[in-house]
């Protein structure tokens, strides 16, 4: 007899005690645990959180997996100099202007067309790109007629015993309109002297010192003139306590650059001749109050002045600030 006919049934025991050819009925075997098909779904669903997973990837890791990667797109101010294309439209220009929402692009045809300030919208050099709008330049510090930085919220200062001597009152009036900011800044005052020939007695006078210097701008300063001798002397007396400095003009009106008041040039006034008098009548001005005021008037900024007069001043302004 082959052995798989005596082989119990699946599921099932031999029992009893009898000889060849006699089987007892097929009893089910009783067991502690339920199968786990027989168990309720609750306990199933309790036992796949505790069992590990029998499905594995059968290659492993994926070793060309770089994990997750966010492209960023690079923000780029939209300067004048920036040329951009929409890709959408096709349209490309430079930057010609640009908001906190929208930048406006010009072809080379010269026609424009505005677009919102969307994110990564625009292409440079082959590159997309988000369009910024440019950071606000820091405001350019303000100047003073001189040329020099204003002194935002300047308060007057109480003057230096030092002073700027002129000759003359117009002399007075052009130096505070251009430099009016520096002289306030410094606590300088400047004062006409009504002709130069004054000049050494006014210096003995206001006897100057190391704490009060003298500076002293001079009409007509050329060596061999009357000005030249006065000036040195009046230097060889009193020393480092004093400067004299000056242009080489007849008058002070000759410093103002002719374009400015609307001539070609100055007049030559002949030898003997009041100067002032001479280039009025050459003008066909009758009056010189007229033609000072004309002339006052036109002067905005030391650009409207040659640069003799304009030297001579810087210099006496510092010489006569300089800490004692």
């Not at 006014?202 to 006897?207: D, E, L, N, P, Y």
């Not at 210097?213 to 006065?230: A, C, N, Q, T, Y």
């Not at 007396?237 to 008041?261: R, T």
Request: net charge positive; hydrophobic share 40%.
């Amino acid at each position: 007899m082959s052995r798989s006919a005596i082989r119990p049934a699946t599921g099932v025991a031999a029992v009893g005690g009898g000889g060849p050819g006699v089987t007892s009925p097929a009893v089910p075997v009783q067991r502690d645990d339920p199968r786990p098909d027989d168990r309720r779904p609750d306990d199933r669903r309790r036992d796949l959180g505790r069992q590990p997973s029998r499905q594995t990837d059968r290659y492993g890791h994926d070793v060309l997996a770089g994990g997750s990667r966010v492209r960023v797109i690079p923000a780029l101010p939209a300067t004048p100099e920036v040329v951009a294309e929409d890709p959408l439209s096709g349209f490309c220009g430079a930057v010609v202007a640009c908001s906190s929402t929208a930048v406006t692009l010009e072809d080379r045809a010269g026609r424009r067309r505005l677009f919102p300030l969307t994110p990564g919208a625009f292409l440079v050099d082959g590159h997309q790109v988000t369009l910024i709008r440019p950071a606000s330049a820091p405001m350019a510090a303000a100047r003073s007629a001189s040329g020099s930085r204003v002194v935002p919220d300047l308060r007057a200062r109480t003057a230096r015993a030092a002073r700027i001597w002129v000759e003359g009152i117009h002399d007075a009036a052009l130096v505070e309109r251009v430099w009016g900011h520096d002289l306030r800044v410094e606590g300088i005052v400047v004062e006409p002297i009504d002709g130069l020939d004054n000049l050494p007695a006014a210096v003995a006078r206001f006897r100057p010192g190391a704490a009060r210097r003298l500076g002293v701008l001079v009409d007509h300063l050329v060596p061999g003139s009357k000005e030249s001798r006065i000036a040195e002397g009046v230097l060889a007396e009193h020393g480092a306590a004093v400067l004299v400095a000056g242009h080489p003009y007849v008058d002070i009106w000759q410093a103002v650059k002719p374009a400015a008041v609307g001539i070609g040039a100055w007049p030559q006034v002949p030898r003997g001749m009041d100067w002032k008098t001479g280039v009025c009548a050459a003008l066909g001005i009758s009056d010189t109050r007229q033609m000072w005021g004309r002339e006052n008037g036109a002067v905005r900024s030391y650009r409207d002045l040659d640069p003799p007069l304009i030297t001579a001043v810087e210099r006496l302004i510092d010489f006569v600030a300089r800490p004692v």
